[in-house]
């Protein structure tokens, strides 16, 4: 499963994101951490204090490479509108779901302000990179600008979001795609 290249720590980061994503927290055992990471008992508590700790350090990890995905779709060239299509249309495992949205359904989470808080800071930058993208667009006279960015933004992201939980009841990809294709018509909408 894992290369020789990859040490105890990172092999034990990975596996608890994966399973963090398929499972949530509650579900996730140290032991299920350790065989999926091919590591003993002794090796994870050498690198962490205990499961709290490993999990927030695998949160993390998974809100930086979401927000690291989003930032290479806004920062690329073309239009504020082009920016959105393509981080909306971007490839992903739809009937996984969002890795950071999918934790803010484990009440364990929810409930523990530590590991709460790499979510809410997660979703807090997304909107704001998408209120600044489409600030921009406003600027360039792309959009109508009788409309605040910051709304727009959060119904995207709510879009994203809900588009995962309709295509996972459904066991289809078809709901997400309608969703996102409903918000770039909405958004082409604003365009002057």
């Known amino acids: 499963m894992y290369s020789g290249a990859m040490d105890t720590r990172e092999r034990l980061i990975e596996s608890t994101m994966e399973l963090l994503w398929e499972r949530g927290y509650v579900a996730t055992s140290p032991k299920a951490i ?26 993390r990890r998974s809100a930086e490479q979401v ?12 239009s504020a509108y082009e920016r959105i299509s393509a981080y909306l249309t971007r490839e992903r495992d739809v009937l996984r779901g969002c890795r950071i949205g999918r934790l803010t359904q484990d009440p364990d989470i929810m409930a523990d302000p530590e590991l709460r808080r790499p979510l809410d800071e997660t979703f807090g930058w ?7 993208t489409i600030a921009c667009g406003q600027e360039q006279n792309e959009f109508d600008s009788d409309f605040d960015p ?43």
């Open 34 to 59: 350790q065989r999926r990471a091919q590591a003993g008992q002794g090796s994870m508590y050498h690198h962490f204090t205990g499961k709290h700790d490993l999990a927030l350090e695998a949160i």
């Open 150 to 192: 910051g709304e727009i933004a959060a119904a995207i992201a709510a879009t994203v979001q809900g588009g995962y939980v309709l295509s996972k009841a459904a066991g289809s990809e078809g709901p997400f795609n309608d969703t996102i294709r409903g918000m770039l018509r909405l958004l082409g909408s604003l365009k002057t």
């Open 67 to 78: 927000c690291a995905v989003a930032e290479s779709y806004f920062t690329a060239s073309g």
């Open 126 to 132: 997304m909107r704001k990179r998408l209120t600044e």
